[in-house]
């Protein structure tokens, strides 16, 4: 019996468990999960005869190093920090590794030593990145082996809520990890439109936005990714003149957000000293100049929005004007938000959140070189609850299916890997459509 360990039984493990424990009694598996909480393992599991809990902390490296060595394949759901710790011990045994994770510079690093131990280390196969790279290669693969030549390429993906559980005037509540929503795009993002290198510094993103329009779903606003220029050779796409990864959010998010990143709400460098001793109208009020008027006309004034209107109303809503105590002591101003969002921003028990996701490609043919085409391919996922949501199905599922196919020999690759090869899409994209998690095409 061949046994799969996975690594964290979080928020995104919900349905990536259940297709494991599923599969393994189809093909003989077992699947052990370990975590540091035995109730959490006990709520994704059940009583299912195929699974084993392990109570484990990665700190615990000789516990881990045991539970590893056991397993013919790891997956491991971990904070993205910690997998080059355990891809490291992977090849060291020789056993495969599964993340949803972007291929960081150490996890790249260890490519040659994972194929002299005959293994691979599939990396970024969740949703973005996995089912972005996946869809998409099977469209430019599609168009190049026709013999067209791909002229522009815009990606977006919004992990939302659905509309009928939009009850708040941001049109956004957490499906996944709440540290990274607020810390998302600071840096400076890198890509390039029409021949032209573009790049826009954090204070600025998310005032530089596209209007995205999804057919049956709606108008979206995108804001570019840290980094789409390295996609041109992940794409094979070297020579293309306009590339473009981005986030989808709905109308109006961008401009309210960016008043808090202007205020310097979102910065995560420093602490204040003695939070939780203020109310959140005195921490905000604690970055505005001094003045008689009232901390919503300060604040107002200070990052140029109307002070009665629909983004005002947005920032208000959250709570920063209030006389409630900070909860967090000695905290950073990102932490202090998150805090507060967490609470505005979670999603109820019956609530269903929406993945969307969408390519745009613009491309011309090797028949009629002089026209242009235009090819759209969209992606609608929506939850079923609070813990059954889109967010983790369409992270744990294709997660799920690269194990089973890694495990199965279907997928035979060695060393440092990503979904963008048709030995990976194609089976993919194929149990994925079959579970419902399907794109849409429409060509002009």
């Known amino acids: 019996m061949k046994n799969i360990l996975i690594l964290g ?18 093909y003989d598996y077992s699947v052990t999960v370990a975590d540091t909480s035995p109730e959490l393992i006990k709520q994704k599991t059940g009583s299912h005869a195929r699974a084993v809990a392990v109570a484990l902390d990665i700190a615990n490296e000789a516990l881990t190093r045991s539970e590893i060595s056991k397993a013919d394949i790891v997956v491991s759901m971990l904070p993205a920090f910690l997998h080059p710790r355990i891809a490291e011990q992977c ?38 990145p996995g089912i972005d790279h996946a869809s998409a290669m099977a469209v430019i693969d599609r168009i190049k082996n026709s013999g067209g030549n791909i002229l522009s390429f815009k990606s977006y993906t919004g992990g939302l809520v659905a509309p009928e559980s939009n009850d708040n005037p941001w049109g956004y509540k957490f499906t996944w990890n709440p540290r990274n929503v607020v810390l998302a795009g600071q840096g400076t993002a890198r890509y390039i439109e029409n021949g032209k290198y573009v790049y826009i510094p954090y204070h600025k993103l998310f005032t530089r936005t596209e209007k995205v329009h999804v057919e049956g779903t709606g108008d979206f606003e995108g804001y570019a990714n840290r980094d789409s220029l390295g996609y041109r050779a992940i794409y094979g796409l070297e020579n293309i003149p306009t590339l473009i990864r981005g986030t989808l959010r709905q109308p109006g998010y961008c401009e309210a957000w960016n008043a808090l990143v202007q205020l310097g709400l979102t910065d995560d460098t420093y602490t204040v000293t003695d939070s939780g001793k203020m109310t959140y109208r005195q921490f905000t009020d604690s970055y505005l100049p001094p003045g008689k008027e009232s901390v919503e006309a300060r604040f107002a004034a200070y990052v140029n929005i109307p002070l009665k209107g629909t983004i005002m109303n947005m920032i208000r809503w959250l709570g920063i004007f209030e006389e409630a105590a900070v909860i967090l ?64 199905k369409t992270v744990g599922l294709p997660v799920g299916i690269v194990t089973k196919l890694i ?23 194929k149990e994925l459509d079959d579970a419902g998690i399907r794109f849409i095409e429409k060509t002009r």
């Open 9 to 26: 039984a979080g928020r995104s493990a919900t349905s990536l468990i259940s297709y494991l424990l599923s599969a393994a009694v189809k």
């Open 407 to 429: 495990l199965n020999g279907v997928i035979k690759l060695k060393g440092v890997c990503i979904p963008t090869v048709k030995e990976i899409y194609t089976p993919l994209l």
């Open 329 to 392: 002591n000695h905290a950073t101003p990102a932490q202090i938000l998150q805090a507060l969002l967490e609470e505005r921003w979670k999603l109820k028990d019956n609530d269903r959140d929406m993945i969307v996701m969408q390519h745009k490609f613009e491309y011309s043919t090797a028949a009629n070189p002089a026209k242009t085409q235009q090819l759209v391919t969209s992606l609608v996922v929506k939850g079923d609850d609070s813990v059954h949501t889109a967010m983790a």
């Open 91 to 128: 090849v060291a045994l020789k056993k495969s590794l599964v993340t949803a994770s972007y291929v960081s510079p150490e996890m790249k690093g260890l490519d040659a030593a994972a194929r002299n131990a005959g293994i691979i280390l599939m990396n970024e196969s969740g949703l973005d």
